[in-house]
Structure formats: C-alpha cells, structure tokens
C-alpha cells in the first residue's frame, strides 16, 4: 500500500500545481499599453489617441484568447491526470488482489490442514479480507474530498482573476476618457494628462496584479490544505490496515498453535 500512498501524493498533486501564472503575468503587463507622449498637433494627437485604443481593443482580445485556452489546457491536464491516477490505482489493486488470489491457492493446494486450522484460515482471509476493503474504501473518500475542494478552488481563483482584469480595465478606461481630451488643450494640458494618464495606468496595473497574485495564493493555500488532510486519511487508512493485519495473524496463529497442542 506504500506504492499507492506514494502515487496518491504525487499524481494526484501534479493535477493541481498547474497553475496558469506566466499567462497571467503577461496578460497584466500587455492589456494597458503605455500611451504615446505629447504632440504638438492637435489632429497627429487626435489619432495617436483613436491608435492607442485600437491598440488596448486588440491587445485585449488577444490576451482574453490566451487565458481562455489556457484554461481549457488545464482543465484538460487536470482531467488527464485524475484519469491516468485512477487507472494506476485500480492496476495496483487488480495487482495485488491477482497475487493474494494465487497465493491462497497455493496454500490450499499443499492439503494436510486440519479442519481447526482450515476453519482458523478461512477467519483469518475474512479479516485479511475486511481490512483490505476498508482501506480502499478510505483512500476513495481521501482522494474525493481533495477533488471536491480543487473543482470550487479553482473556479474561484478564476473569478478573482477575472474579477482584477475587469476592474483593471475599467480604471484604464474611465482615465482614458479624460485622458483623450487633452487634444483641445494647451501643451502643459496634454503633458500634465499625459502624465495623470500614464499614473492611473501603473496604478491599474499594480492593483489587478495584487488581486491576482492574492488569488494565486488562496488557491495554493486551499490546495496545500486539502492535500495535507488527503494524505493524513491515507496514513490513517494504511496504519488502521496494518493493525488490523497484525491482529488476524496473531489469531490465525493462536488458534493454529492451538490445533496442533490437540493432537
């Protein structure tokens, strides 16, 4: 059972870790392209200013594709690895049952038993038996409880991020409605909302990236949370297994020993 804690704590772990980081990175620091500084005309600014919202329109949908697949990718990933370490399982266990199976047969075809110590056997499988399914049916509910908390996780890491870049965008968009008006203005009004413009845009940018960068974490923390418990249920399972093994041997022993003082 040691092989399929160990499985358990890595394949199942790897269906988290995917996180999509580097897309959100660079969807925060390529949505608000910088604006073009001051000009002295006022038709050259007029369409500098019609450019640079052509500029955010396409750089926005470009980047909302990105994501979009992204996240179709790791759902997929996650879905490939919870299928790929539920039929390792299930090979460990069709495995392990083949080789009891083989073994009990064995045993019974050596004879010369007893019908005590047959009797004392066939208590002692049932136990073997028993605790064998009580395992499995403990690393099942382990490995569901950890998925059932991934599946709401993640979405609402998703709607945070989502969450940031809409009101990102949302600031980016109030500033430049004040920012295009400057062209009517003086040069010290084009450069003064220029420089108010190009503030609210940093500002923008650093605030969606803290909302994100907090939502990263709420997941990695829900996550670390889950599998902490997941793997405790597992260790508890295993060690339940092993006691209950010890105790049907010492019995299949005890009445053994017993069988044979009668003759």
């Keep these: 059972m040691n092989k399929t804690h160990t499985f358990f704590a890595a394949a199942t772990l790897a269906a988290t870790v995917l996180s999509p980081v580097a897309a959100f990175a660079q969807e925060t620091s390529t949505t608000t392209p910088v604006p073009t500084l001051y000009s002295s005309s006022s038709s050259t600014c007029d369409q500098r200013t019609a450019d640079y919202l052509i500029k955010v329109e396409k750089t926005r949908t470009d980047a909302d594709a990105k994501l979009a697949k992204l996240r179709i990718d790791q759902d997929a990933k996650i879905s490939t690895n919870e299928t790929t370490a539920d039929a390792k399982l299930q090979a460990t266990r069709t495995e392990q049952d083949a080789k009891v199976t083989a073994r009990r047969a064995t045993q019974d075809a050596k004879g010369n038993q007893s019908p005590a110590v047959k009797a004392a056997l066939q208590t002692y ?80 940018r650093k605030t969606s990236a803290t909302a994100i960068a907090s939502a990263m974490s709420a997941y990695a923390a829900s996550m670390k949370s889950a599998l902490a418990t997941r793997q405790t249920s597992v260790k508890s399972a295993q060690d339940a297994y092993k006691t209950s093994v010890k105790a049907a041997q010492d019995a299949f022993k005890a009445a053994r020993a017993a069988a044979k003082s009668t003759k």
């Design 125 to 204: 499988r049932a136990a073997i038996d028993s605790a064998l399914t009580a395992r499995r049916t403990a690393v099942d509910a382990a490995v569901k409880t950890y998925r059932a908390v991934q599946d709401p996780a993640l979405a609402t890491r998703r709607a945070a991020v989502d969450a940031a870049i809409a009101a990102r965008r949302s600031a980016v968009d109030s500033a430049y409605t004040t920012w295009k008006a400057r062209c009517g203005g003086t040069e010290a009004d084009r450069k003064a909302a220029n420089a108010a413009f190009s503030t609210a845009v940093s500002a923008a």
